[in-house]
């Protein structure tokens, strides 16, 4: 009992968090819990890199699991100099506000099914459903920015993504440094965003057991709408 009243808690932590964050109105409750956020991260990341300010320069943003850490982490790694960032923020609300303040934006984009099941198995207190609900609340959200944003789809981010900072660049006549997506550095890059071995296994072997549970009947509906979304995202991806 103790652990289903848990879960629901955090289920419904899960679910003002993201309401509020894809809802610009709302902008006041989303930023308590980026100051939790701010916080509980305190002496692990720098804290002001967890929304956007009038110092940021890029923001690297999508719904969890879709490269994020990979692609935040191969951008720092080759930058010559200092760059405020900011990233992890997994809300339209903070990324539509620095669309409408001219700061570009590198979006990453992931299959709905692969996305929310990553999800779910790094926080498996949140379901199938809600996890499904979140992901189309946080593309359709920023659907109408979307030509005022490079979007990186999963294949970019995890293969070429040198090519996604170079779009960047170009967008937003900016001059970062890109990344190389050498086998050495994609390792090394990969080294710094993975679990330990073990870990990462039973992360393997609880996505394939959601994989076929997301694949049901009960799920069709919210699958074929956020895969809706996510194939009109794709074309406005880096190719």
């Known amino acids: 009992m103790l652990t289903t009243l848990k879960d629901r808690a ?9 309401r509020c964050a894809a809802t610009p109105w709302l902008a006041p409750l989303h ?10 991260m305190r002496g692990h ?18 719904f969890q699991g879709s490269g994020n850490s990979f692609a935040t982490v191969a951008f720092k790694s080759c930058q010559e100099r200092p760059v405020r960032l900011a990233h992890h923020l997994h809300a339209p609300a ?37 996890g499904m609900r979140a992901y189309i609340r946080f593309y359709e959200a920023l659907t109408p920015y979307l030509d005022r944003m490079v979007v990186s ?35 090394r890059i990969r080294l ?17 057991k959601l994989q076929t549970k997301v694949a049901a ?11 809706a979304i996510h194939d009109k995202w794709d074309q406005y991806g880096v190719q």
């Open 153 to 187: 789809p999963f294949s970019m981010t995890t293969g070429p993504i040198d090519q996604v900072f170079e779009a960047v660049n170009d967008r937003f006549e900016c001059n970062f440094s890109i990344f190389s997506p050498t086998s050495k550095n994609v390792a």
């Open 31 to 40: 930023q308590a819990t980026v100051w939790w956020t701010q916080w509980k």
């Open 10 to 18: 955090l289920q419904a932590k899960f679910e003002l968090r993201t």
């Open 192 to 208: 710094k965003t993975t679990l330990d071995s073990e870990a990462e296994s039973a992360r393997r072997a609880q996505k394939e």
């Open 94 to 130: 903070q990324i539509i506000k620095a669309v409408e303040q001219s700061v570009p934006v590198l979006v990453t984009l992931r299959d709905p099914a692969d996305a929310v099941v990553s999800l779910i198995s790094r926080w498996p207190y949140i379901g199938l459903e809600q």
């Open 45 to 62: 990341i720098d804290v002001r890199e967890c929304q956007v300010l009038p110092d940021t320069e890029l923001v690297i943003d999508g």
């Open 217 to 227: 009947p009960a799920y069709e509906a919210l699958r074929t709408r956020a895969q």
